[in-house]
């Protein structure tokens, strides 16, 4: 005879009934387990996604171009820069919006002039700024450079034929060539020779101006429809007296990846909610109609209902807690040994798989108390008075 | 301790509505055993489940250890029957996945039971059923799955006792050690309503009560 100083708790009554009933237990755990894993392996494999997407767009460059109000685009396009300028001080102000749906901001004086019996557009820059302030690794389209020395186009190192150490001379100043940049393809960015901002303004004579934004969108919605008005009035309301021109491919592609992703992982999230759902409907209920005499006898012994509530809310709380744990494990698991996300992609913060833990278990109570309130709201009278199975 | 006023139960089966009870009024006083007898279907088991409080009476009034049962919340009656009243099935009900020796101190879960284990294997020892307390009710005889549910019943010594032919399904044998422990019970104290089919030679009841469709034909004292 078992002869504990405690032989029987409620703990002890709940685990043994889960062993009593194991495979109805097992299929609860495995449906809890499965739909876990599948969201965190989509979860991961969306954040991957959108990382990849995000390395391949910044391959691309920028996406949005910024000009003071008065500038004729068509002249823009035709490499002439001598319109009119704008503030330097745009670049923080863009910087510092709090409605602005992008992120970096490049400030450029552009001019284009000749070296060498060569075309070559001067653009002077200082590098990034985002929210997060200035930024250490600009894109390809934008450089940081020290004062006093160039970067070269791969056009312009071509038609010169000048290799990194030597100089060159530009609006009368002599620039030592500290880098040459890989061939982009296109024009304007093959024939650009990039300076510092404060060298360009000082050759220029426009100290304080610039003549163009570069920025790269977008932070919209997954569901926004017409991004590019967004993200034009969201520059706009910060900077009233400026163009802004989205190039549209780039921003389509990039928001479309992202909306892309998020619906299939809303769609991937409700499935599993709603398999979820009906499978832990159904095992529950084959659960409380297998005990209905048990919980009779529980109410005739003098169990409170919310007693016997609270031991049948047990059974999920245990599975589900196990249950989301065991799919956590699975699901990243999954992604990261199947080859599928690259090593050095980002996975799902582990913050929120930790928060799948309240969530899946909150769901899975919701899930079994229908069943659970059914089976306690019956007649014990008339269930005990049922023959036993 | 159990008394029964112009108590009424029908319910709707179907289009048909069953008069389970019609106007019965009984009384048991403090420590007797009354023996409710009567066919199948005169409505002992809805009496036997009204004085538990585990349904409510359509009319009428039922008192059990000073408790206005009919009047009572669910909450409340819960709680009278872990303190007060026991009630012992025809058909054990006991646990599957407990062993008998659990299933016998289920009740301490709802109840604190001073010396519970004790008491338990106390039980168990005089209902001749020791030797199944590792056993599952699967595993025990009919006799000894009924003898393990009285056991259960004792646990918390009720002041109330409410059995529902506890021997219907029972060998002599079995039936004997059963009845016995009622009556020693009895002699300790404790109301005992006991329910048959027919009258019972092992226990000399001290009140019998018939019914019949439903109403109460005799009262014998």
Not at chain 1, 98 to 120: C, D, M, N, P, S
Not at chain 1, 217 to 242: F, G, H, K, N, Y
Not at chain 2, 2 to 27: P, Q, W
Request: include cysteine; aromatic fraction near 4%.
């Amino acid at each position: 005879m078992t002869s504990s100083s405690n032989p029987l708790t409620m703990h002890r009554l709940l685990l043994r009934e889960m062993w009593h009933s194991r495979w109805n237990t097992l299929a609860c755990l495995l449906v809890v387990a499965a739909s876990v894993a599948l969201y965190v392996a989509m979860a991961d494999l969306g954040a991957a996604s959108v990382d990849a997407t995000r390395a391949l767009m910044k391959e691309m460059g920028f996406n949005v171009l910024i000009l003071p109000a008065a500038a004729d685009r068509a002249r823009y396009q035709a490499l002439d820069y001598e319109g009119p300028d704008m503030p330097e001080e745009y670049v923080t102000r863009l910087a510092e919006g709090r409605l602005i749906l992008a992120q970096h901001f490049v400030g450029k004086l552009q001019h284009t002039t000749r070296v060498e019996e060569y075309t070559v557009v001067l653009t002077g820059v200082l590098g990034q700024s985002t929210r997060a302030g200035t930024v250490k690794d600009p894109m390809p389209t934008s450089y940081v450079v020290p004062r006093g020395q160039a970067f070269m186009g791969a056009a312009v190192a071509r038609g010169l034929n000048k290799s990194v150490g030597e100089r060159m001379r530009i609006l009368g100043r002599d620039f030592e060539i500290a880098r040459v940049l890989p061939e982009y393809g296109a024009v304007p960015e093959d024939i650009r020779v990039f300076i510092h901002l404060r060298d360009a303004q000082e050759l220029l004579d426009r100290p304080g101006r610039i003549n163009a934004i570069d920025a790269l969108a977008c932070q919209c919605p997954a569901d926004a429809r017409d991004i590019v008005a967004m993200v034009r009035d969201s520059i706009e309301a910060t900077l009233p007296d400026v163009q802004v021109e989205p190039y549209y491919s780039l921003l389509l592609a990039r928001h479309h990846q992202r909306a892309l992703v998020a619906r299939i992982q809303l769609a991937v999230l409700v499935g599993a909610l709603v398999v979820a759902a009906a499978a832990l409907w159904g095992l529950t209920y084959q659960n409380v109609s297998a005990r209905r005499h048990e919980i009779g006898v529980l109410c005739a012994l003098g169990f409170s209902d919310a007693r016997i509530l609270g031991l049948l809310l047990g059974k999920p709380l245990l599975y589900a807690l196990v249950g989301a744990a065991a799919g956590c494990l699975t699901g990243r698991a999954v992604t990261t040994w199947s080859g599928v996300v690259a090593e050095t992609a980002p996975l799902t913060p582990v913050t929120t798989l930790a928060l799948l833990l309240p969530i899946t278990t909150l769901a899975a109570m919701l899930f079994a108390l229908p069943p659970i309130m059914s089976a306690l709201l019956r007649d014990p009278a008339e269930v005990l008075g049922e023959t036993q199975p | 301790m159990i008394r029964l006023e112009n108590v009424s139960k029908r319910y709707k089966r179907g289009n048909e509505t069953v008069h389970a009870l019609d106007t019965v009024s009984l009384d048991v006083a403090e420590g007797r055993l009354a023996l409710l007898c009567g066919p199948s279907g005169s409505g002992k088991t809805t009496l036997i489940n009204l004085c538990a409080g585990l349904a409510a009476p359509t009319s009428g009034a039922v008192y059990v250890a000073d408790n206005p049962v009919h009047t009572m919340r669910q909450a409340e009656r819960a709680a009278m029957r872990a303190r007060q009243v026991a009630v012992v099935f025809q058909l054990f009900h006991l646990t599957p996945y407990l062993s008998a020796y659990e299933n016998v101190l289920l009740p301490m879960l709802t109840q604190q039971v001073s010396g519970a284990p004790q008491r338990a294997r106390a039980l168990m020892d005089e209902l001749r059923i020791t030797h199944r307390a590792r056993h599952r009710p699967g595993e025990m005889s009919t006799g000894e799955r009924q003898r393990c549910a009285l056991a259960r019943a004792l646990l918390t010594n009720p002041a109330v006792i409410l059995a529902d032919e506890p021997t219907g399904n029972l060998d002599v044998e079995s039936a004997t050690v059963v009845l016995a422990a009622l009556d020693a019970r009895r002699r300790a104290g404790a109301t005992i309503l006991l329910v048959s089919h027919q009258p019972m030679d092992s226990v000399k009841p001290d009140v019998m009560f018939r019914l019949e469709a439903g109403k109460l034909v005799d009262a014998i004292a």
